[in-house]
Nanobody
Framework: QVQLVESGGGLVQAGGSLRLSCVVS????????MGWYRQAPGKPREWVAR???????NYADSVKGRFTISRDNAMNTVYLQMNSLKPEDTAVYYC??????????WGQGTQVTVSS
C-alpha cells in the first residue's frame, strides 16, 4: 500500500509563511508526478499544485505566485512552500499523485489555518 504522510501545518497570521512536507512510501516515487490538494470545511477538495517527475510545475490560479511545490527524490518527499498566506488558504492540505486518476489512498492531511 502507498502511504502518504503530510506534516508542517499550523496556525499563522495573514501574510505569513508555512512549509508543508509529504513523505511518500510504497511506490516508485521518482517516476511519479505529485501534487498538493486542499479541502476547506464544507467544500470539495481542490487541486493546488503539481510537480512532474522532471520538475515541471503547475499551480492553481488562486495560489500562483505565492506557493512553490518542490520534490526531493532522495528523501521521497514533496514540499509546498506557502508565502503571503491568506485566510482563504485555510484548509486541510493533502498530497497525492499528480497524474491521477487513479490516486493513492488519501492520508490524514495537515491543517493550515490562516488568521485575519
Amino acid at each position: 500500500q502507498v502511504q502518504l504522510v503530510e506534516s508542517g501545518g499550523g496556525l499563522v497570521q495573514a501574510g505569513g509563511s508555512l512549509r508543508l512536507s509529504c513523505v511518500v512510501s510504497g511506490t516508485i516515487f521518482s517516476i511519479k508526478a505529485m501534487g498538493w490538494y486542499r479541502q476547506a470545511p464544507g467544500k470539495p477538495r481542490e487541486w493546488v499544485a503539481r510537480i512532474t517527475r522532471f520538475g515541471g510545475t503547475n499551480y492553481a490560479d488562486s495560489v500562483k505566485g505565492r506557493f512553490t511545490i518542490s520534490r526531493d527524490n532522495a528523501m521521497n518527499t514533496v514540499y509546498l512552500q506557502m508565502n503571503s498566506l491568506k485566510p482563504e488558504d485555510t484548509a486541510v492540505y493533502y498530497c497525492n499523485y499528480g497524474d491521477g486518476p487513479p490516486y493513492a489512498s488519501w492520508g490524514q492531511g495537515t491543517q493550515v489555518t490562516v488568521s485575519s
